[in-house]
């Protein structure tokens, strides 16, 4: 069972690059990497999934390297908006394979 | 219209009570999902059901349980609630079982007094 950790909190301030990393020391083969973000009061909502190397989307990016025992999320250029809590899940690979979140990041982005 | 929907949004309720909350999803999808998350925001799954059949069930009481009626719908019945049963509770659906997307709804707070 991937056991996944996250740091618990982060701070940055508008226009800058944040990435956050996850630890999965004990992910499966065929276990993918999924990235939510959640405003306060609302459901998770996806951002952005992966399996190894790099992924790409209009609003971040994922790197996740060879050993895929960590992964991070980038987000270029946060704005206010941007001040939520992001969790990486881990788990799927395998119809029936576990779903573990990472505890979460509390991300605040300052003016 | 609302992808995932939970009802209801609030609910308080004494201890002992039983109490259960609904899921509905018009996404078309085949599996969905209840989570738990706690006052320290962690989220942990519960079940998990595809095409009505349960393909996840986690370590949680025997007093919690899903019900599927038809694919689109997964309700959570809980017995005996205890004052430890406080939490969100969320919903979610996906495409396929495994590593798809999930939505999520907007979540049920219970309160057990």
């Known amino acids: 069972l991937a056991k996944t950790t996250q740091p618990i909190s982060m701070d940055s301030y508008e226009g800058q690059e944040v990435n956050i990393t996850c630890s999965h020391n004990n992910i499966a083969t065929n276990d993918y990497i999924t990235w939510y973000q959640q405003f306060p009061s609302q459901g998770p909502r996806f951002i952005i999934q992966?399996?190894?190397t790099k992924v790409t989307n209009e609003v971040a990016s994922l790197f996740i390297p060879a050993d895929r025992k960590s992964s991070t999320l980038s987000l270029p250029r946060v704005s206010l908006s941007d001040t939520a809590v992001y969790y990486c899940?881990?788990?799927?690979?395998?119809?029936?394979?576990?779903?573990?979140f990472g505890g979460g990041t509390r991300l605040m982005v300052k003016p | 219209d609302t992808a995932v929907s939970q009802t209801p949004k609030y609910l308080v309720t004494q201890m002992g009570n039983d109490k259960s909350i609904k899921c509905e999803q018009n996404?078309?999808?085949?599996?969905m999902y209840w989570y738990k998350q706690d006052s320290k925001k962690f989220l942990k799954i519960m079940f998990s059901y595809n095409n009505k059949e349960l393909i996840i069930n986690e370590t949680v009481p025997n007093r919690f349980s899903p019900k599927s009626p038809d694919k689109a719908h997964l309700n959570l019945h809980i017995n005996s609630l205890e004052l430890g049963d406080s939490a969100v509770y969320f919903c979610?659906?996906?495409?396929?079982?495994?590593?798809?997307?999930?939505?999520f709804g907007p979540g049920t707070r219970l309160t057990v007094t």
């Open positions: 996404l078309g999808h085949d599996t």
């Open positions: 992966g399996y190894k």
């Open positions: 899940l881990v788990g799927g690979g395998n119809a029936g394979n576990m779903l573990t």
């Open positions: 979610a659906s996906s495409q396929g079982r495994g590593g798809w997307e999930q939505y």
